[in-house]
């Protein structure tokens, strides 16, 4: 399912609510935009807690909270979707 996820579809939690936007998927973490984060970072999500991709739309079997106490921090350190040079 996660291969199905395009890029720039909205997150919404179980109940219907905005979570936040993908900005892309790397392995088996759903890798959100920073433009809906309060603090400018990216986050993250893992695969488990997708119940649904339909068309524009990605519903997590989470409310925006749980799933806000569930994201990883992107922001800090070196992303994992990032290469690194190496001189």
Known sequence: ???SIPEHVEVVD???NHVGTIDKVVGDRM?????DSEDGHHHSLTCRHLDTVDGD???LNLTAEQAKDEWRDEGRGRRPWRKVRQW
């Not at 890798?31 to 433009?35: S, V």
Request: glycine share 8%; aromatic share 0%; hydrophobic share 35%.
């Open 1 to 3: 399912m996660m291969r």
């Open 14 to 16: 179980c109940e219907g």
């Open 31 to 35: 890798i959100l935009t920073k433009n």
């Open 57 to 59: 739309k990605v519903k």
